[in-house]
């Protein structure tokens, strides 16, 4: 079967019958011969070649694609982990506070500085929880407290040392019948770690 088809393909492609008919051409007929092989030489060399570096060239896009989606994921994690050592940080700094009674402890600061008779109204409002703190608020109204009484207790307020405490909405309204006197409100809130939040 071999030898039948080494024999089809000399009778088909018969070398020296090919080369005697090429030498019977006049010179114009082989140098249209000679550029005829010559452009099939080229068209077998090239469309491979085309073909390989389309390939190439189109593997090597997936893995610029790949490589850019991989440096993407790689990015994410990282802010991922973070944002992760942020709330770590947030639950380690607060895990230590403590729920308190705002009312007990602003009646408390606000005896230290001798205006524990000063206070009209200490109300709590409901507390408001996110997703790690939950917030406890109370509004206060003091009346005919001196500034620099008002000054001090603010500043005993927002550094107690057992709880996180903020002063907020302050508002200082002189009195009428003394100017050196002032009405005053104000809010304080109070921040705690969530039930739950740090496990």
């Known amino acids: 079967m071999a030898l039948f088809g080494k024999s089809s393909l000399k009778e088909t492609l018969n070398i ?12 114009q007929q082989r140098s249209f011969a000679i550029i005829g092989i010559a452009v099939v030489l080229l068209l077998l060399i090239i469309i491979p070649v085309t073909c390989a570096s389309s390939k190439l ?82 509004d206060v109204r003091l009346s005919r407290v001196a500034l620099s009484q008002l000054m001090d207790y603010l500043y005993k307020v927002e550094s107690f040392q057992q709880g996180a405490l903020k002063v907020t909405k302050l508002q200082i309204h002189p009195r009428y019948d003394n100017r050196q006197l002032n009405d005053v409100s104000f809010t304080v809130s109070s921040y705690a770690l969530k039930e739950g939040a740090g496990t």
Not at 16 to 27: A, H, P
Not at 68 to 97: F, P
């Open 16 to 27: 020296e019958e090919l080369y005697n008919q090429f030498l019977g051409l006049d010179s």
């Open 57 to 138: 060239s189109q593997k090597e896009k997936k893995i610029l694609g790949h490589s850019k989606n991989m440096d993407d994921l790689v990015s994410k994690l990282q802010e991922y982990q973070k944002i992760q050592n942020k709330i770590q940080q947030m639950e380690t700094q607060w895990a230590g506070r403590s729920k308190i009674s705002l009312s007990t402890t602003l009646e408390s600061l606000s005896a230290q500085s001798g205006l524990d008779k000063n206070i009209d109204t200490i109300k709590e409002q409901a507390p408001s929880a996110g997703d790690i703190l939950e917030e406890h608020s109370a």
